[in-house]
C-alpha cells in the first residue's frame, strides 16, 4: 500500500469513527448543589456583603459544622437555593449586607458576579436571580459567626 492509500484509508476510517463532534457525544449533568457552590461563593466575593443566609440559617448551619461530617460543604452553599434544568438555572439567595452600604448598589453587584460566575463556569443560562436582604450587620454587633470562648473550663 502506497502512502496516499494509507492516509486515504485512515481519512475514511477517522470519518467513520464515532460520527460527528467529539464533545457532542453523551450528556453533561450539573447537580443544584454545584451551582449552589459556584454562586454562594461569588456572592461573598463583592464587598458589602457580610454573610450569606438569614439569621436561622446561619445559626444552623453554624450547629451543623460543629458536628463531625455535619457541614463540610455547608458554608459554601448557606443561603443560596438552586433550581438546575437542562440548560437554564434560577437562583434564590439570602444576605446580610453590612452596614451603610447601598443595599440595591450590593445586589446589583451579587446578581452581575452570580450570572457571570455560573454562566461561565457551568454554561447554563441563569435567568434570575432573586436576592431577599434578611438582616444588616451593625458596626457594634459581635460576629454570631466567630467561635466564642468557652464559659466553662
Known sequence: MTETQ????????????????PASRGRTTIADGVVEKIAGLAARDVVGV???????????????ERVPGGGRTAPAT???????????????????????VSITDVARSVRENVVAAVERMTGLEVVEVNIAVSDVKLPDEEDEEEEKEPRLQ
Do not use: H, N, P, W
Open 6 to 21: 494509507q492516509q486515504s484509508e485512515a481519512k475514511t476510517l477517522g470519518g467513520k469513527r464515532g460520527g460527528g463532534d
Open 50 to 64: 457580610y454573610a450569606m443566609g438569614s439569621g436561622f440559617a446561619r445559626t444552623l448551619g453554624a450547629v451543623r
Open 78 to 100: 448557606r443561603g443560596v437555593k438552586a433550581e438546575v434544568g437542562e440548560v437554564q438555572t434560577a437562583l434564590d439567595l439570602g444576605i446580610v449586607v453590612d452596614y451603610g
